[in-house]
């Protein structure tokens, strides 16, 4: 049976006036992975001009493509809330190199249906397909059959109180979180229909709330219901820092690895914004098998450093994750620098 090496990581957002070594020590990981992606966290462009009203906004010049070709990644995500951070020019920009130089793109486009269109490889007779989603959107990110954007996946909250107010006034109340029915519809259908021209289908996930762990009801929702299609695993990112690893029907779901690398320092970011990891795993067709994770520094102006398995970040990343995951019953096991990763026994 045909096998494949399998690698992802973080949100990137390469600032850098120079990207040679943009991945330090983690480049040749990538670069030695048969089959790789990661979420592409803005614009490269030269072009554009900051996207009105919006308060934080992203962009990397041109030559930071050069550190992406540099560690061989096959494909990248774009449905995200910083893509068109610059505006249309500067996605289209993005869109163009990306594809000038071979690397796959999923997530965004010009118009709805280039936007939900899946990315597919083929590597040792094994043939594996991307999706790509949002559920953060700003307001003119989403992509309609005229306007360019991002394949949006709407999420709802709503507030329940399970107390009475007035006998105990000030309780915070318990947020409830739901996808747009419609929009789960979409989700399976896009699904179903790839599964039936790949052997396996990876999600990517743009969702969470920011410098929160917190998995919320829309996230097991769609990722459930991903699964229930055909797909074989999804991974999320947006957070900023780690959050849970499921496993559901014997498929990982990922629900955050945190910034990989991620060249500016917002206000609201902390230490924990360091913490970040790697995922690995063997593909074959049917699905993903000996997932394993490599602890990393996240890169902020610097490469991004693999820890090494004495390193105190490296204990603290493992056990930050085992509680983040621990409601799920998934199980962390470190192995010489590598940490395997199982589901439920």
Same mark, same amino acid.
């Given at each position: 049976?045909?096998?494949i090496n399998f690698l992802t990581g973080g949100d990137v957002a390469p600032i850098r006036n120079t990207a040679a070594g943009m991945f330090g020590d983690i480049g040749p990981l990538f670069e030695r992975?048969?089959?790789?992606?990661?979420?592409?966290?803005?614009?490269?462009?030269?072009?554009?001009?900051?996207?009105?009203?919006?308060?934080?906004v992203h962009h990397g010049k041109t030559l930071n493509i050069d550190g992406l070709i540099e560690a061989g990644v096959s494909c990248v995500n774009l449905a995200n809330n910083h893509i068109l951070d610059y505006g249309e020019e500067a996605m289209f920009d993005?869109?163009?190199l990306l594809d000038w130089h071979g690397i796959g793109r999923f997530g965004a486009g010009r118009h709805f249906d280039e936007a939900r269109k899946a990315h597919i490889v083929e590597?040792?007779?094994?043939?594996?397909?991307?999706?790509?989603?949002?559920?953060?959107?700003?307001?003119?990110?989403?992509?309609?059959?005229d306007d360019p954007g991002v394949n949006a996946l709407r999420a709802r909250t709503a507030f329940e109180n399970k107390v009475s107010l007035i006998e105990y006034p000030g309780t915070a109340p318990h947020i409830i979180s739901w996808t747009?029915?419609? #929009? @789960? +519809?979409?989700?399976?259908?896009?699904?179903?229909?790839?599964?039936?021209?790949?052997?396996?289908?990876?999600?990517?996930?743009?969702?969470g709330t920011s410098m929160s762990p917190q998995v919320h009801?829309?996230?097991?929702?769609?990722?459930?219901?991903?699964?229930?299609a055909g797909a074989h695993a999804l991974f999320g990112g947006h957070q900023h820092v780690m959050s849970a690893i499921e496993f559901y029907k014997g498929c990982p779901i990922v629900h955050g690895s945190a910034n990989l690398l991620f060249d500016t320092w917002t206000s609201f970011f902390t230490a924990e914004t360091l913490k970040s990891f790697l995922f690995g795993a063997?593909?074959?067709?049917?699905?993903?098998?000996?997932c394993y994770l490599l602890p990393i520094t996240t890169g902020v102006d610097v490469p991004p450093r693999l820890l090494p398995g004495d390193d105190p970040q490296w204990q603290a990343?493992?056990? #930050? @994750? +085992?509680?983040?995951?621990?409601?799920?019953?998934t199980r962390l096991v470190g192995r010489d620098g590598a940490v395997a990763v199982h589901g439920p026994a």
């Open positions: 049976m045909s096998n992975a048969d089959l790789s992606f990661f979420n592409l966290e803005l614009p490269l462009s030269d072009r554009g001009e900051p996207f009105r009203g919006k308060a934080i993005t869109m163009e590597k040792n007779g094994l043939r594996v397909g991307f999706l790509g989603y949002s559920t953060t959107l700003p307001t003119g990110f989403t992509a309609t059959a747009e029915p419609a #929009d @789960l +519809q979409r989700l399976r259908e896009d699904v179903t229909t790839l599964r039936q021209q790949v052997d396996v289908v990876i999600i990517y996930m743009h969702w009801d829309f996230q097991r929702e769609m990722g459930k219901a991903a699964i229930d063997t593909l074959d067709k049917s699905g993903l098998h000996d990343i493992v056990t #930050d @994750l +085992q509680n983040h995951s621990r409601r799920f019953d």
